[in-house]
């Protein structure tokens, strides 16, 4: 391992990152948030709290900092357990070359992490399917999908033969022993621009092959397209179909009418999106990840130690939710 480590030590990790500690107690904002997320929640979830991950593309600044070598310890002594990928790469300077993937792999394995997915262009898709299957088996990954909207034609025959190419798709994944799967945003839950009656995702949804094709819920870009497109509830679609939505992204917001989107991107738990109740109604028929993603700036998150202190306090914040 030492090959790969860099000479890189807990010192250099401090200083780099304000030279202060990550092991921080979970911030006040989130604190009580915490705490009476713990009480509200219910005694089985199915949404398993030792599960829980992270979506790397939160702390993207520390991963082409610091490298993996560095981010996948410190992720781990947090408390994370699955990974999710935003890409395969770091800083050259790091090792003077670029890090390989059966090197991430060991990274994983040494610091007991799995990789549970990972965000692919949805171009990569189209002109390197099997390149990416390959990646995903390096990593161990179960599931390998794409944050991309499914099309940009926003029509019900667009997102009907967007729904043809993801079952190609996932057919392939699942002869690989994989599952594909689309990540939403809000778009997705706008209505169709030729069938105003007709919401995008349900066409998706209804098209799309479920013994191939499956969805990772971002919660709350979810409740974004709720609050654009009124006249869906966010947990009917995973209690409908549990067994489609392995993975959730479970960000927070708090509500700003000066916003559009009706909500403002925050650390877990210091927001107001109504989990506890989202984590009752969706059921515990299944077993679904949740992973934290916080898609602001990370150097516009709170210091210290910027995204990795907003990584640990929505740790402590989504624990207590699922505890």
Request: without cysteine; aromatic residues 10%; neutral net charge.
């Amino acid at each position: 391992m030492s090959h790969i480590r860099k000479s890189f030590d807990r010192r250099d990790f401090l200083r780099a990152t304000a030279g202060t500690t990550v092991a921080l107690a979970a911030a006040s904002v989130t604190g009580a948030a915490a705490t009476s997320a713990a009480a509200a929640a219910p005694s089985k979830l199915s949404i398993p709290k030792d599960r829980i991950g992270i979506q790397l593309y939160s702390i993207r600044d520390k991963v082409s900092a610091l490298g993996f070598g560095v981010v996948l310890p410190e992720l781990a002594r947090i408390g994370y357990k699955e990974i999710e990928f935003a890409g395969y790469t770091q800083n050259t300077s790091i090792l003077g070359r670029q890090i390989t993937l059966p090197e991430i792999r060991t990274l994983l394995d040494d610091n007991g992490l799995s990789a549970v997915g990972s965000h692919v262009g949805i171009g990569n898709f189209r002109s390197n399917l099997q390149g990416e299957l390959d990646a995903a088996q390096i990593l161990g990954m179960p599931h390998v999908g794409t944050a991309n909207a499914p099309t940009n034609v926003n029509t019900v025959a667009g997102y009907r033969a967007a729904a043809d190419e993801f079952n190609v798709w996932g057919a392939a994944a699942t002869a690989r022993g994989l599952k594909l799967y689309q990540h939403n945003h809000a778009g997705e839950f706008a209505f169709a621009t030729d069938q105003p009656s007709v919401r995008l995702y349900d066409v998706f949804l209804k098209n799309t092959d479920p013994r191939h094709v499956y969805l990772e819920l971002d919660i709350y870009w979810a409740y974004v397209g709720q609050y654009r497109w009124p006249g869906f509830d966010p947990a009917a679609y995973v209690r409908n179909q549990p067994y489609r939505y392995p993975l959730f992204h479970m960000k927070d917001g708090d509500a700003n009418s000066a916003n559009a989107n009706g909500f403002d991107i925050v650390e877990f738990g210091a927001g107001d999106l109504p989990y506890e109740k989202f984590v009752r109604d969706i059921g515990p028929r299944a077993s679904h990840v949740g992973i934290w993603e916080q898609d602001t700036a990370p150097n516009t998150q709170p210091n210290p130690p910027g995204s990795l202190g907003a990584a640990e306090r929505s740790f402590d914040a989504l624990k207590g939710l699922l505890g």
